[in-house]
C-alpha cells in the first residue's frame, strides 16, 4: 500500500475524502522512518509499539478479536493484540475553525487554519462491527469505520447538522462515552465538557441513535437539559454500563452556584432514552487527615473484594483551590456499586415521593441543572411502579449527601489511571501515574500497598484507558506515543521456591508439586492446602529439611536417615514420595511430617575428593522427578580427617564435627568402636561417656621452656612433656624428629615418669644441629614417634628456635646487640673475631669491650648556615643501641642530633645538622663509652647559598 500525506490541500474544508483518512505504512518501516527522528527514545524491556511523530488520546479493544485501536491527534492505528502495526490512517490536520459550521466552499469559512484533529471518542460496536471514532474537527462530527479494517468507513455524515455534532470542539475538554443498546437498537451515550462557539449550548450529556440515515443524531432522544452549563462545567473521566444501567464518572460544581467541585456519578437506564430516570450521587473521598479528594480523574469497575460484588475503583484528585486543575497530591478510593446503587434508589425514592425531604426534614435530594421542576409527593410505590421514571415523575435527581469513602491510597503522587481484577479471592488495582510508571497494588481491606512499580520508559501520563486483555494476563498501557504490553505478573521468572516468595506479588505462589512459581490457577492442586505457597502470605514458608537425623553418616555405613519436613502436601492413593542422595534414589516412608529413608550402600557414594575428609551430596525429597525439599548430607571419612592433620592427628579425629573414635595403640581413627584388638578408644568429644573423650585426652606431647632456644653447632639435649601416653599401652621405641629445612633429623628419646599421673617426660638425646640458611634464627617443628609412624598429638605450637650467633653478625658492636639469652660473645678465635655462642669461646678469647667507633663515610659534606641538614654517616662499631650514641655525635665541634627512627645497629647514624657560622668546617665525631671516638676523614662545611638568574642565548634562530 502506498502512503499518503496526511495534510490537507490548502482552501479546502469539509473533504469527505480527507475525512476518511488513508491506509500507511508496516509498523517496520513505520518505525524505521519514525525511530531515527527520536534518538532519545528508550524502548522498554516489554512489548511495545512506540509511534514517537503523534500524541495517542484514546485506546480501545475489541473482546472478541483482541485487535487494539488507538485514537490519536491526526491518526487512527489498528494494532495486533501482540502490538504489530495492520493499519494506520490519517484524521488530520484539516482546515477548520471552532467559530464554523461544517463547510465544503472555503469560502464559508474565511477564519479556517490547519488543525489538528485530536481523538475524542474511541468505542468498538462489536455486534455491528463497527467503530466509533470521533474527532475534535468539524464541531466533534463523527463517523463508524470497519472494526476489521479501520481504512474502511461505514458511515459519515454527508452534511451534519448540529443535532450530530457530538464531541468536544477543543482539545482539551474531555468527552468519554459508551455503546449500549434498546429495543434492538444501538445507542450512542456521550458526555462532553463545556466549549464555547458553536457547540457552547450542546448539552452535557446527550443520548444519540448509531443506527439510520442520521447515526449520531440525539433528535427525539434524551439530553440533560442546563439551565446555564458554564455554572456546573462538568468534566467527564469515564463511563461504565452494569446491570441495565449507564454510569458516567465526572467532577462539576455544586447545586446553587456554588463554586467548590466535587465528584460526581451519574446513573440511568440503559432503556430509558428520554433520560427520566437520571440520578447524580456525590462521590466523596477523604484521607486519614480529612483532606479531600473533590477531582475524578479515571474510574474501573471491577469484581471487588470477596463477597461484597461488583467495585468501583476511583483516582481523584485534590483540585487547585476553586478551580477543576488537578494538583499532584492524589488518592485511589474504591465504592461497592451495590451501595452506590442502594444510594441512588433512595435518592430516587426521596424525590419521587417526599418532596426531597429525609427523615428529619433536611433536603437529601434535589433537582439539579437548573431545571424549573421539583422533587414531588408521588405515591410511595412510585419508585418500584417506574422503575426507570417516566415523565410525570422527576428529573434529573441529584443526591445532597454523598456516599463517603477513606482514600486507601495516597502515597502515589499524580496518578491518572486505574484498573483493577481480583486472583484468587485477593483485589489488586494497577495504578498509572504522569511519569509514565504502573503502580501495582494489593488491596487488603482497608490498606493498600503497593509491591512493585514497572516503567514504560516514557515519561509521559499514563492515559486513563488501562486495558486487561482477554485472558486477564496482561496489561495495555498507553502514554503519549506509546502501548506496551505488560504483564500483570511475572511469576515465572522466579526459578525457586524461596525468590518466589520472597517477591510478594500476590499473584503468585509457589507450585509444590510442579515445583515452579505460578499463579494460583495454574497450579494443578492448588486447592488442596499445602500445595500451592502464596508470594504474599506472611505464614508462607518453603518447605525445608527442619530437623534430620542423623545429619552425617560415615561413608563405610549405610543407615536409615529421618527427616522432618513440616506441612508437606498430602499425596492422592497410589503416588508416593522418595529420596534421591544425590544421583542414588531411595524409598521413602511417611510418618506425619517425618520421611525415612536408607542411605546407599557404601559402593554408591560419591569418592572423597583429595586433601578432604568428607564429601557432601544433595539428599533431596521428591515427588516424581519434582525437588520439594533438599538439603545437604555428608558422608564422611575417619581415616581422611586423622590423615590431613599431622600435628593433632588423635585431636582432630575426637575433635572433628563427625562421630570419629581414636584407638591410641593401633593409631587410627575409625567411625566404630571397639577398637580392634580390643584396645580402649578415645571417643568423641560428641559421645556423653565416662570413658576418655576429646581431644584432651590424646597421647600428646609440649616441648619444655628450657628447650626452646638451640643454638648451632652445640650438642644440646631436648625434653618435652607427655600425657595420656598410658593410653597407648607399651611404648618399646620413641623418637624426637626436628624438620630442619625439610629435613627430618630423627634422634632416639626415652622416656621417664614426670610429676602427675599422666604425664611423663621425653628426653631426646644430646645432638648438634645445623641449618644453612644465612637468616640469624630458624623456626623448626619438633615432634615425637612412636615406633616408625605413629605420631604424638603437639600440643600448641610445637615449634624449636635454632639460631647462629654468626648470622648478620659481622662486627662486636651488632654481637652484643644480640638478644642476651641467646648468650651470643664477641671472641678471638684463631687469627679472626667472630660472634659465636658463649660455650663455644674460652674465656681467654672473648672481647669483653667492642673496638672504637669508625666512620667510613658522611654525606652530604656541605650545608646552609642556619643548619637543619640531614646528615647521614656510615661506618661500623658505631654502638648496639641507639642509646649509646645519642648524644655522642658532634659535627665541627656542634652537637648533631640522631635521629632514633633512622638508626641502624653499629652501620648508620642520621643526624640533623645544627646552625652555624659562614665558612665553618670540621669533621664528624661520634663516641661510643669511654673508647676513643671515630672521627672522620673529610669535613664537612657550612656554605652561603645564592640563587643565580637564568641566561640564554637571545640570539635569532638560523636559518
Known amino acids: 500500500r502506498r502512503s499518503q500525506s496526511p495534510t490537507a490541500r490548502p482552501g479546502h474544508g469539509w473533504d469527505p475524502a480527507m475525512f476518511l483518512g488513508c491506509p500507511l505504512l508496516s509498523l517496520a ?25 503523534t500524541t495517542f488520546s484514546h485506546l480501545a479493544r475489541a473482546r472478541d478479536t483482541g485487535t487494539l485501536y488507538v485514537g490519536a491527534v491526526n491518526a487512527l492505528l489498528q494494532l495486533s493484540p501482540d502490538l504489530g502495526l495492520v493499519e494506520h490512517v490519517a484524521t488530520g490536520p484539516a482546515d477548520d475553525s471552532p467559530e464554523c459550521l461544517p463547510f465544503r466552499d472555503p469560502g464559508d469559512c474565511p477564519q479556517a487554519r490547519p488543525t489538528d484533529n485530536t481523538n475524542k471518542l474511541l468505542l468498538p460496536n462489536e455486534h455491528a462491527g463497527e467503530l466509533v471514532v470521533c474527532g475534535q474537527l468539524f464541531q466533534g462530527v463523527c463517523e463508524k469505520r470497519a472494526l476489521g479494517n479501520i481504512s474502511q468507513v461505514l458511515y459519515r455524515p454527508e452534511d451534519p447538522g448540529d443535532n450530530q455534532f457530538v464531541a468536544a470542539n477543543e482539545p482539551r475538554v474531555s468527552t468519554v462515552g459508551l455503546v449500549g443498546q434498546h429495543a434492538g437498537q444501538d445507542l450512542l451515550f456521550v458526555g462532553r465538557g463545556l466549549t464555547a462557539k458553536l457547540s457552547g449550548g450542546i448539552p452535557p450529556f446527550t443520548i444519540r441513535q448509531l443506527e439510520g440515515p442520521q447515526a449520531f443524531s440525539n433528535e427525539g432522544m434524551g439530553k440533560l437539559v442546563v439551565g446555564d452549563f458554564s455554572d456546573y462545567n462538568n468534566t467527564y473521566a469515564g463511563a461504565f454500563a452494569s446491570g441495565g444501567y449507564i454510569y458516567f464518572l465526572f467532577s462539576r460544581r455544586g447545586a446553587k452556584a456554588q463554586i467548590e467541585y466535587r465528584a460526581y456519578l451519574s446513573r440511568s437506564c440503559m432503556e430509558d432514552t428520554n433520560l427520566y430516570s437520571y440520578v447524580e450521587l456525590p462521590l466523596e473521598c477523604r484521607d486519614a487527615k480529612g483532606r479531600l479528594y473533590n477531582l475524578a480523574q479515571a474510574v474501573h469497575l471491577a469484581s471487588g473484594f470477596p463477597g461484597e460484588g461488583k467495585t468501583l475503583f476511583v483516582v481523584l484528585a485534590v483540585g487547585q483551590g476553586s478551580t477543576a486543575s488537578p494538583t499532584a497530591q492524589t488518592a485511589l478510593c474504591v465504592y461497592s456499586l451495590s451501595e452506590i446503587n442502594a444510594a441512588m434508589e433512595r435518592t430516587r425514592r426521596l424525590c419521587y415521593t417526599s418532596g426531597g425531604k429525609g427523615p428529619t426534614g433536611k433536603e437529601e435530594a434535589a433537582i439539579e441543572y437548573g431545571v424549573t421542576s421539583s422533587c414531588n409527593l408521588l405515591p410511595k410505590e412510585s419508585p418500584e411502579a417506574y422503575p426507570c421514571g417516566d415523565e410525570h415523575t422527576p428529573s434529573p435527581i441529584a443526591s445532597r449527601v454523598p456516599i463517603a469513602a477513606e482514600a486507601l491510597l495516597t502515597t502515589v503522587p499524580r496518578l491518572t489511571a486505574v484498573a483493577a481484577m481480583v486472583e484468587a479471592g485477593h483485589t489488586i488495582a494497577f495504578l498509572g501515574d504522569a511519569v509514565g510508571r504502573l503502580h501495582k497494588v494489593y488491596l487488603n481491606g482497608s490498606t493498600a500497598q503497593v509491591y512493585n512499580m514497572v516503567s514504560t520508559g516514557q515519561r509521559s501520563p499514563v492515559n486513563p484507558d488501562l486495558l486487561l486483555d482477554g485472558s486477564g494476563t496482561h496489561l495495555y498501557v498507553m502514554t503519549a506515543s506509546q502501548v506496551s504490553k505488560v504483564p500483570v505478573s511475572e511469576c515465572p521468572l522466579f526459578q525457586d521456591c524461596n525468590s518466589c516468595l520472597r517477591a510478594q506479588d500476590p499473584f503468585c505462589g509457589w507450585c509444590v508439586l510442579q515445583s515452579r512459581c505460578t499463579r494460583k490457577l495454574e497450579c494443578e492442586r492448588h486447592e488442596i492446602v499445602n500445595h500451592w505457597l502464596w508470594s504474599y502470605g506472611a505464614e508462607s514458608q518453603c518447605l525445608r529439611v527442619e530437623q534430620m537425623s542423623p545429619a552425617n553418616q560415615s561413608r563405610e555405613e549405610r543407615t536409615e536417615v529421618s527427616m522432618l519436613v513440616p506441612e508437606l502436601p498430602v499425596l492422592a492413593e497410589g503416588e508416593n514420595y522418595h529420596c534421591a542422595f544425590g544421583s542414588q534414589d531411595s524409598d521413602a516412608e511417611l510418618e506425619g511430617s517425618w520421611v525415612r529413608c536408607f542411605s546407599p550402600v557404601p559402593e554408591q557414594v560419591p569418592p572423597t575428593q583429595e586433601g578432604k575428609d568428607h564429601v557432601t551430596v544433595a539428599l533431596a525429597l521428591m515427588f516424581r522427578d519434582v525437588v520439594v525439599a533438599s538439603t545437604g548430607f555428608s558422608f564422611y571419612d575417619c581415616n581422611a580427617v586423622s590423615q590431613l592433620a599431622d600435628a593433632t592427628p588423635c585431636g582432630k579425629c575426637v575433635g572433628s564435627p563427625w562421630m570419629c573414635h581414636w584407638c591410641p595403640s593401633s593409631h587410627r581413627c575409625v567411625p566404630g568402636a571397639p577398637c580392634p584388638n580390643g584396645e580402649g578408644p578415645i571417643y568423641s568429644e560428641k559421645v556423653p561417656t565416662e570413658d576418655p573423650q576429646g581431644p584432651a585426652s590424646c597421647p600428646s606431647v609440649e616441648i619444655v621452656p628450657e628447650s626452646y632456644l638451640v643454638p648451632v653447632g652445640v650438642k644440646m639435649p631436648l625434653s618435652l612433656i607427655a600425657w595420656n601416653l598410658h593410653l597407648m599401652g607399651s611404648l618399646e621405641r620413641l623418637f624426637c624428629v626436628l624438620e630442619v629445612e625439610g629435613a627430618p633429623i630423627v634422634v632416639p628419646a626415652s622416656l621417664e615418669d614426670g610429676d602427675r599421673g599422666t604425664s611423663h617426660h621425653v628426653q631426646c638425646q644430646p645432638r648438634t644441629y645445623r641449618y644453612t640458611q644465612l637468616a640469624p ?183
Not at 29 to 53: H, T
Request: glycine fraction near 8%; include cysteine; charge should be neutral.
Open 29 to 53: 518501516a513505520a518505525l524505521m522512518l519514525l525511530l531515527p527522528l527520536y534518538p532519545a527514545a528508550r524502548l522498554p524491556a516489554y512489548p511495545s509499539f512506540l509511534f514517537p511523530n
Open 777 to 959: 634464627e630458624l623456626h623448626v617443628p619438633l615432634y615425637v614417634l612412636v615406633g616408625d609412624d605413629q605420631r604424638l598429638d603437639s600440643r600448641g605450637d610445637q615449634l624449636v628456635k635454632l639460631y647462629n650467633c654468626s648470622a648478620g653478625r659481622s662486627d662486636c658492636s651488632r654481637c652484643k646487640a644480640a638478644p642476651s639469652h641467646f648468650r651470643c660473645v664477641w671472641c678471638l678465635l684463631g687469627e679472626g673475631l667472630r660472634c659465636v655462642y658463649e660455650q663455644q669461646c674460652s674465656a681467654e678469647a672473648a672481647v669483653p669491650t667492642c673496638p672504637s667507633p669508625v666512620i667510613h663515610s658522611i654525606s652530604p659534606l656541605t650545608g646552609p648556615l642556619e643548619g637543619g641538614t640531614s646528615l647521614t654517616v656510615m661506618g661500623s662499631n658505631l654502638g648496639h643501641r641507639f642509646e649509646d650514641v645519642a648524644d655522642t655525635v658532634t659535627v665541627a665541634n656542634l652537637p648533631c642530633v640522631p635521629d632514633p627512627a633512622l638508626y641502624l645497629i653499629s652501620t648508620r647514624i642520621v643526624c640533623e645538622v645544627p646552625p652555624g657560622k659562614r665558612g665553618l668546617s670540621g669533621p664528624v665525631e661520634v663516641s661510643v663509652g669511654d673508647r676513643l671516638p671515630g672521627v672522620s676523614a673529610r669535613n664537612f662545611t657550612y656554605q652561603t647559598f645564592r640563587m643565580m638568574p637564568l641566561e640564554w642565548d637571545r640570539a635569532k634562530p638560523r636559518s
